[in-house]
């Protein structure tokens, strides 16, 4: 059963920090590429963030520094540490997964390289 459910947006001010977590079936949490995307309004989906199942961890550059992507094998969850956080990061931010394939590449930022989505969850940053 592939299963991907976000929690912990909300809203806060610039500079603040949220943690988001993405509660996974143990089948979906199993696959290869597990990655964090948002998308603002009239923008496109952007991948963010990526871990593989070796623990290998890939970062978007406008969140590099600020962002950390993470998994609890214990608790098959994948969680996104947000710091630092900043108007323009203000979006809908997904989970999603992937056995893999396009997501091992270069490509591991674009949508259409992951089959399995989260449902979403909003976050907003205030000036």
């Known amino acids: 059963l592939v299963q991907l459910v976000e929690s912990g947006g909300g809203s806060v001010q610039a500079g603040g920090s949220l943690r988001l977590s993405c509660a996974a079936s143990?089948?979906?949490?199993?696959?290869?590429?597990m990655g964090w995307f948002r998308q603002a309004p009239g923008k496109e989906r952007e991948g963010i963030a990526v871990i593989y199942s070796d623990g290998t961890t890939i970062y978007a550059d406008p969140v590099k520094g600020r962002f950390t992507i993470s998994k609890d094998n214990a608790k098959l969850t994948l969680y996104l540490q947000m710091n630092s956080l900043q108007p323009e990061d203000t979006a809908m931010y997904y989970c999603?997964?992937?056995?893999?394939?396009?997501?091992?590449?270069?490509?591991?930022?674009?949508?259409?390289?992951?089959?399995?989505w989260g449902q979403g969850t909003q976050v907003t940053v205030s000036s």
């Open positions: 143990l089948y979906t949490y199993r696959r290869n590429c």
């Open positions: 999603a997964a992937d056995p893999g394939g396009s997501c091992l590449s270069d490509r591991w930022a674009s949508a259409y390289s992951y089959t399995d």
